[in-house]
């Protein structure tokens, strides 16, 4: 069975500070990861997925993450905040063959000025 | 770009009353999905469905059916509304991609149910 923790329910940092997600999964077979981003009343839009190959993956809006296999992490990253990033963020993890897609409870990022 | 449209974006039902969420997506995806999303427990998910008329129990059915007569609608029916399906409802898209599901799922702007 495949699960996905997020560690944080609410991480807050200020604008032009690094932003750091954590996510850990399990997976019993090769995974795919994805973050995914939710803006208030709005449904959830793709920010990157690891699928195979290169371990780090660059995302819309300045995001990137990386795929380590030892540590079974995906967290996601952010060099410099902006107040548009605040937002809630899911990631989730999937694998090839399958038709679920596993979601992390989410971290809400709040940006202060 | 994908659209994935849900009908309602906000609905008020009583107890007892028969609700139905509709999702039509535009791009011919094979997969469709409904979630339910809660504060602090993620995004659950309910049913799916990979073809026209096929549907598989995600990992919380009860209380909920759907539908599938066309390729590019489903459908999620809540029988009989009850005060813990007040949520906010996800429908997803995917594509199979040469043979496989990347699991990349298309969502749509979800609809806000209260039971009163």
């Known amino acids: 069975a495949q699960s996905v923790t997020q560690l944080g329910s609410h991480v807050s940092v200020s604008e032009g500070a690094l932003v750091l997600l954590r996510c850990n999964y399990s997976?019993?077979?090769?995974?795919?990861l994805f973050w995914y981003v939710q803006y208030p009343n709005q449904g959830l839009q793709l920010l990157l997925k690891?699928?195979?190959?290169?371990?780090l993956v660059k995302g819309i809006n300045g995001f990137e993450a990386e795929f380590k296999k030892s540590e079974t992490s995906f967290h996601l990253t952010k060099p410099s905040a902006h107040m548009s990033d605040a937002a809630e963020y899911f990631c989730?993890?999937?694998?090839?063959?399958?038709?679920?897609?596993?979601f992390g409870a989410g971290t809400r990022l709040f940006v202060k000025a | 770009d994908v659209k994935v449209t849900q009908s309602s974006r906000y609905l008020v039902k009583r107890t007892g009353e028969k609700v139905f969420l509709e999702c039509v997506q535009d791009?011919?995806?094979?997969?469709m999905f409904w979630y339910r999303q809660d504060p602090g427990l993620g995004l659950r998910l309910i049913y799916f469905s990979y073809d026209v008329k096929m549907k598989e129990k995600g990992d919380i059915p009860e209380g909920y059916s759907v539908s599938r007569e066309k390729k590019e609608r489903f459908s999620l029916i809540l029988e009989s509304a009850s005060t813990n399906q007040t949520s906010m409802y996800l429908c997803?898209?995917?594509?199979?991609?040469?043979?496989?599901?990347?699991?990349?799922?298309?969502f749509g702007e979800g609809s806000r149910l209260t039971v009163l």
């Open positions: 791009m011919d995806h094979e997969n």
């Open positions: 989730a993890v999937s694998s090839t063959g399958g038709f679920k897609t596993i």
């Open positions: 997976s019993s077979v090769p995974p795919y």
């Open positions: 997803a898209s995917s594509l199979w991609t040469r043979g496989e599901n990347t699991g990349e799922l298309f």
């Open positions: 690891y699928t195979t190959g290169a371990t």
